[in-house]
């Protein structure tokens, strides 16, 4: 079965300091990775995917298929990152994600 | 257009009654997916069409929920006989192609709250 477990429920960070949100997930194949992200009173909308190896607003993640793990991160944490996160995947040839349970990002002055 | 319109965005039912969700997807997109969100969870599939065609119901609960794509465009989900356990937010995306890589573009939910 298919599980994407992100451990912090909120992180609360200063502004200009790094960020990492902690992702793992449980799968047999090769998944496909991504990064939801939910500002308050907005849509759920992609931040980034594995696939891609791009940075999104400054923020990187990069598939570690060892440790099956898929961090996000940023260097200087800004007032405006503060949302909620969701990691999800999706498994090889099915059409869906799996979502973990998110984290709540406090960015503070 | 616009991005992908869902309606109600609130609806409160009283337990028994059956409700009907609606979901406009982006003009055009192929693909569309059904998700619920409880409190303090992630989104959790349900079910997604290719055009009008049901590809995947077995994230659907039970038989109470339905989903109907008719044209390949609007789809609705139908949950019948509400219970409170169904109180949650009900999260229509759609995505311009198929494919199991494709990024899905999400509405503003619809919030059920069954009393």
């Known amino acids: 079965a298919q599980r994407v477990t992100q451990p912090e429920k909120l992180l609360s960070v200063f502004k200009g300091a790094p960020v990492e949100l902690k992702c793992n997930y449980s799968?047999?194949?090769?998944?496909?990775l991504f990064w939801y992200v939910q500002y308050s009173r907005q849509r759920l909308q992609l931040l980034l995917r594995?696939?891609s190896r791009e940075s999104i607003k400054g923020f990187t993640a990069d598939l570690n298929k060892g440790e099956t793990s898929f961090h996000l991160k940023k260097p200087f944490a800004q007032e405006e990152d503060s949302a909620m996160y969701y990691c999800?995947?999706?498994?090889?040839?099915?059409?869906?994600?799996?979502f973990g349970t998110g984290t709540r990002l406090l960015v503070s002055p | 257009g616009a991005g992908v319109s869902q309606s109600p965005r609130y609806k409160v039912t009283k337990r028994g009654q059956d409700v009907a969700l609606r979901c406009d997807p982006i003009?055009?997109?192929?693909?569309l997916y059904w998700y619920r969100q409880a409190l303090g969870q992630g989104p959790e599939f349900l079910t997604y069409?290719?055009?009008?065609?049901?590809?995947?119901k077995s994230g659907l609960p039970n038989d109470r929920f339905s989903a109907e794509r008719p044209e390949g465009s609007i789809s609705t989900l139908t949950i019948q006989r509400t219970e409170q356990r169904d109180s949650a937010m009900y999260r229509c995306?759609?995505?311009?192609?198929?494919?199991?890589?494709?990024?899905?573009?999400f509405g503003q939910g619809t919030r059920l709250t069954v009393v």
């Open positions: 995306a759609s995505s311009q192609i198929t494919g199991w890589r494709t990024e899905a573009f």
């Open positions: 799968y047999s194949g090769s998944p496909e």
């Open positions: 594995h696939i």
């Open positions: 999800a995947l999706s498994p090889t040839g099915f059409q869906k994600l799996v």
């Open positions: 003009s055009g997109h192929v693909s």
């Open positions: 069409f290719n055009y009008e065609a049901q590809q995947d």
